[in-house]
C-alpha cells in the first residue's frame, strides 16, 4: 500500500472510532442530564450505576468480559487468561451539575482502544482490561473513593459522610455492594489481580487551556497534584455598625480579618511562585455554603447593620508534591492564625481534604506515549496535571511486587472549561487519544514476559 492510502485508512479508522465516540457521548449526556444542560451523576447513585452499565453492555456487545467487584468498580477484559494485564481506565462520576466529559473522555477512549484491539487478543501475551472507577470526585467529602478502595487504601470514615441526605455507606448499599471493604481497608480488588498489573493508562480531559492554544492534540502528563484543603472559621464579636467605634480596640471583626487573612495569604502564595514553586492556591468559598452554614449558623447572624461576629472560608491548595504542600500550608496556617489574633478573631481551622499527588509518573510510559503520538502524527507536548485523577491511587498502590507503573494522556477540552454544563472535548482529539492508547497497551501486553 503506498503512505497515501495508508494514511486514508487511517484516517478513515479514526473518523469511525470519532463517530462512535460522539455517538457515545450523546448516551451518555442522557444518563444524569440536568434541565440547565449540566450532568449530575454522583457516586452510587442509580445515574452512575447506568453510566456504567451503558459501558458494560457496549463492551460486551463486542467480545469484553465484564465483572463488577464487590465495591462496584467495573472491569472489563479482552478475552482470553492471562496471568499478567496492563490496564486502563477512568471514571463516569461527575461532580453536581459539571459536565459530561470530565472521567467519561477516558472510559469512552478507552473502550474504543479495546474495540480496536480485540482482533488481536489472542496474539497478547498479557490481558488488557478496562476499568470504570466508582466516585472518583469531591463528593461525600472524599475523592478517588472506587480507585481507593480497590487497592485497600480507603480512609474508613467516609462511610458516614452524607450527600444528598444519604451516608455513602447506604449509597453504596442501594446500588448493590459491599461498603465493608472500605470499613475494612480491605482491597475489593483480589491481591492476585493487583499484582497481576503491569501498568496503568488513563486519558482525560486537560481541565485547562494549554494544549488547545498551542493547538496540540494531546498532552503527556508529567506529574499529577495532590491537595491539602482547609475549613477556616473566624469567630469574632457581632456589634452595632454605628454605635461600635473603628479599630481593633473596639471591633473583632470577622469579615475584615478574612479579608487581610486573603490578601497576606495570596501575597505569600505569591513570593513561593516567584521563587519556582508550582502549586495553586484557591478560596473558593466565602460565607455560603449551605453545608457549612449548617454546622456554623451564627454566620447568617451578619448583616448590614452590625461588625460581623462570624466568617468562613475554604482554602485549597494543590501540588504534586506533599513535602512542599505540608511545609507551605504550615506556613499559611500561621499567616492566619496571626493575622486572626491581630484583628481580635478566634481562628480554627480544619483540615478537610488531603489527597497524595504524584511528582513524577512513569518514565518508560511517558516515551511510549510520546513516540505513539508523534508515529501516529499527533502533535502533542508534555504537561503537568494540576488536577487529581485516580492514577494517583493506582502509583501510589502498595503491593508486594512494586509500584504499578503509571501513564496519562490529556485531550484539549474547549476554552479549558471543566466541572460545568459547557464542559466539552472534541470526539476526534478524544478518537487520537483512543488510538495512541491502543498503541501502548498493546506495546506494554507484548513487553510482558511469561504472560
Ligand atoms: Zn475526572
Given at each position: 500500500?503506498?503512505?497515501?492510502r495508508?494514511?486514508?485508512?487511517?484516517?478513515?479508522?479514526?473518523?469511525?472510532?470519532?463517530?462512535?465516540?460522539?455517538?457515545?457521548?450523546?448516551?451518555?449526556?442522557?444518563?444524569?442530564?440536568?434541565?440547565?444542560?449540566?450532568?449530575?451523576?454522583?457516586?452510587?447513585t442509580?445515574?452512575?450505576?447506568?453510566?456504567?452499565?451503558?459501558?458494560?453492555?457496549?463492551?460486551?456487545?463486542?467480545?469484553?468480559?465484564?465483572?463488577?467487584?464487590?465495591?462496584?468498580?467495573?472491569?472489563m477484559?479482552?478475552?482470553?487468561?492471562?496471568?499478567?494485564?496492563?490496564?486502563?481506565?477512568?471514571?463516569?462520576?461527575?461532580?453536581?451539575?459539571?459536565?459530561?466529559?470530565?472521567?467519561?473522555?477516558?472510559?469512552?477512549?478507552g473502550?474504543?482502544?479495546?474495540?480496536?484491539?480485540?482482533d488481536?487478543?489472542?496474539?497478547?501475551?498479557?490481558?488488557?482490561?478496562?476499568?470504570?472507577?466508582?466516585?472518583?470526585?469531591?463528593?461525600?467529602?472524599?475523592?478517588?473513593?472506587?480507585?481507593?478502595?480497590?487497592?485497600?487504601?480507603?480512609e474508613?470514615?467516609?462511610?458516614?459522610?452524607?450527600?444528598?441526605?444519604?451516608?455513602?455507606?447506604?449509597?453504596?448499599?442501594?446500588?448493590?455492594?459491599?461498603?465493608?471493604?472500605?470499613?475494612?481497608?480491605?482491597?475489593?480488588?483480589?491481591?492476585?489481580?493487583?499484582?497481576?498489573?503491569?501498568?496503568?493508562?488513563?486519558?482525560?480531559?486537560?481541565?485547562?487551556?494549554?494544549?488547545?492554544?498551542?493547538?496540540?492534540?494531546?498532552?503527556?502528563?508529567?506529574?499529577?497534584?495532590?491537595?491539602?484543603?482547609?475549613?477556616?472559621?473566624?469567630?469574632?464579636?457581632?456589634?452595632?455598625?454605628?454605635?461600635?467605634?473603628?479599630?481593633?480596640?473596639?471591633?473583632?471583626?470577622?469579615n475584615?480579618?478574612?479579608?487581610?487573612?486573603?490578601t497576606?495569604?495570596?501575597?505569600?502564595?505569591?513570593?513561593?511562585?516567584?521563587?519556582?514553586?508550582?502549586?495553586?492556591?484557591?478560596?473558593?468559598?466565602?460565607?455560603?455554603?449551605?453545608?457549612?452554614?449548617?454546622?456554623?449558623?451564627?454566620?447568617?447572624?451578619?448583616?448590614?447593620t452590625?461588625?460581623?461576629?462570624?466568617?468562613?472560608?475554604?482554602?485549597?491548595?494543590?501540588?504534586?508534591?506533599?513535602?512542599?504542600?505540608?511545609?507551605?500550608?504550615?506556613?499559611?496556617?500561621?499567616?492566619?492564625?496571626?493575622?486572626?489574633?491581630?484583628?481580635?478573631?478566634k481562628?480554627?481551622?480544619?483540615?478537610?481534604?488531603?489527597?497524595?499527588?504524584?511528582?513524577?509518573?512513569?518514565?518508560?510510559?511517558?516515551?511510549?506515549?510520546?513516540?505513539?503520538?508523534?508515529?501516529?502524527?499527533?502533535?502533542?507536548?508534555?504537561?503537568?496535571?494540576?488536577?487529581?485523577?485516580?492514577?494517583?491511587?493506582?502509583?501510589l498502590?502498595?503491593?508486594?511486587?512494586?509500584?504499578?507503573?503509571?501513564?496519562?494522556?490529556?485531550?484539549?477540552?474547549?476554552?479549558?472549561?471543566?466541572?460545568?454544563?459547557?464542559?466539552?472535548?472534541?470526539?476526534?482529539?478524544?478518537?487520537?487519544?483512543?488510538?495512541?492508547?491502543?498503541?501502548?497497551?498493546?506495546?506494554?501486553?507484548?513487553?510482558?514476559?511469561?504472560?
Amino acid at each position: 500500500m503506498n503512505p497515501s492510502r495508508i494514511q486514508d485508512r487511517i484516517s478513515n479508522e479514526i473518523l469511525s472510532t470519532a463517530d462512535r465516540i460522539e455517538n457515545h457521548f450523546g448516551r451518555l449526556a442522557g444518563i444524569g442530564g440536568q434541565p440547565d444542560g449540566s450532568i449530575s451523576r454522583i457516586a452510587w447513585t442509580d445515574e452512575e450505576s447506568a453510566a456504567i452499565a451503558y459501558v458494560r453492555s457496549e463492551g460486551e456487545s463486542f467480545g469484553l468480559e465484564g465483572r463488577y467487584d464487590p465495591i462496584g468498580n467495573l472491569v472489563m477484559s479482552l478475552p482470553g487468561m492471562h496471568r499478567q494485564r496492563v490496564l486502563v481506565g477512568s471514571h463516569l462520576d461527575s461532580v453536581p451539575h459539571g459536565g459530561n466529559y470530565d472521567g467519561a473522555a477516558g472510559v469512552v477512549a478507552g473502550l474504543e482502544a479495546l474495540r480496536m484491539l480485540v482482533d488481536q487478543a489472542e496474539e497478547l501475551p498479557a490481558g488488557v482490561d478496562l476499568v470504570v472507577w466508582r466516585g472518583e470526585e469531591h463528593t461525600y467529602n472524599a475523592v478517588y473513593k472506587g480507585s481507593s478502595a480497590a487497592f485497600g487504601c480507603s480512609e474508613t470514615h467516609i462511610l458516614h459522610n452524607v450527600y444528598g441526605g444519604v451516608s455513602l455507606r447506604d449509597a453504596i448499599v442501594q446500588q448493590g455492594f459491599d461498603p465493608s471493604y472500605i470499613d475494612e481497608c480491605r482491597p475489593s480488588f483480589d491481591d492476585v489481580y493487583i499484582e497481576s498489573i503491569r501498568g496503568y493508562l488513563e486519558l482525560h480531559i486537560e481541565q485547562g487551556v494549554r494544549l488547545e492554544r498551542e493547538r496540540h492534540d494531546l498532552g503527556i502528563v508529567t506529574s499529577i497534584a495532590g491537595d491539602r484543603r482547609f475549613l477556616v472559621v473566624l469567630e469574632g464579636r457581632f456589634d452595632h455598625s454605628g454605635a461600635t467605634p473603628m479599630g481593633t480596640t473596639y471591633r473583632n471583626d470577622s469579615n475584615l480579618a478574612l479579608a487581610h487573612i486573603l490578601t497576606r495569604i495570596d501575597a505569600l502564595a505569591e513570593s513561593r511562585r516567584r521563587g519556582g514553586e508550582e502549586f495553586t492556591q484557591t478560596v473558593g468559598i466565602i460565607n455560603a455554603d449551605p453545608e457549612i452554614d449548617r454546622k456554623f449558623p451564627s454566620v447568617h447572624g451578619n448583616s448590614v447593620t452590625k461588625v460581623s461576629g462570624m466568617a468562613y472560608f475554604t482554602l485549597d491548595i494543590m501540588s504534586s508534591s506533599d513535602e512542599f504542600m505540608d511545609a507551605y500550608a504550615a506556613e499559611v496556617l500561621r499567616e492566619i492564625w496571626r493575622t486572626a489574633k491581630e484583628f481580635g478573631v478566634k481562628a480554627s481551622i480544619e483540615q478537610t481534604d488531603g489527597a497524595p499527588g504524584l511528582g513524577s509518573l512513569d518514565a518508560d510510559i511517558r516515551a511510549k506515549l510520546g513516540d505513539a503520538a508523534d508515529r501516529l502524527g499527533y502533535s502533542n507536548a508534555e504537561l503537568t496535571s494540576g488536577a487529581g485523577h485516580d492514577a494517583v491511587v493506582v502509583g501510589l498502590a502498595e503491593r508486594s511486587n512494586g509500584r504499578i507503573p503509571v501513564g496519562m494522556l490529556f485531550v484539549p477540552c474547549r476554552k479549558g472549561i471543566s466541572h460545568a454544563r459547557e464542559e466539552h472535548a472534541e470526539p476526534d482529539h478524544i478518537a487520537k487519544g483512543a488510538d495512541v492508547l491502543r498503541d501502548v497497551l498493546s506495546s506494554l501486553a507484548r513487553s510482558v514476559e511469561g504472560g
